[in-house]
């Protein structure tokens, strides 16, 4: 349907609890691009994460849209993101991995006011995510 490429702040570790290392990561912007939707991702929102004892991350991000009319989309995306350990290690250290190396799947949801955007709220979307140091890559597809 879209790509999206979200730029990030850097991670916030909060310490770990009883439910693993918990993670926080400031969504700052970014651009949407595809034949179904295109607008930008405004300011303002975020990834909470989990860490498990495995190094599977939990995350959990919402953000919002805003298309090129001008409307907004809230986005609510819940997945997962592991790998080898090295890989996660390379990951955490900013560096350029090759996303086949590592696991990074989320399912999305949308809400939206606008009547023309009311397919949205109807469907569940899967993305395929890439991590690069600053940003985040997510292919996003239509489930049907």
Known sequence: MFTIEATL??????????????????????IVKGRKLSGRIMP??????????????????????????????LVDSQGL???????????????DVDPALYYF????????ADPALDWLKGILALARGKREAHSVQLEVFEVT
């Not at 909060?14 to 693993?20: A, I």
């Open 9 to 30: 702040e850097a991670t916030v570790i909060l310490g770990c609890t009883p439910h693993g290392e918990r993670r926080f990561v400031a969504i700052t912007g970014g």
């Open 44 to 73: 303002g929102g975020a990834d909470w994460q989990i860490v498990r004892s495995d190094g599977t991350a939990e995350i959990h991000a919402r953000y919002m849209i805003e298309t090129e009319r001008g409307t907004r989309v």
């Open 81 to 95: 993101r592991r790998g080898p350990a090295d890989v996660l290690d390379r990951l955490a250290r900013g560096e």
């Open 105 to 112: 799947r989320t399912v999305m949801r949308f809400e939206a």
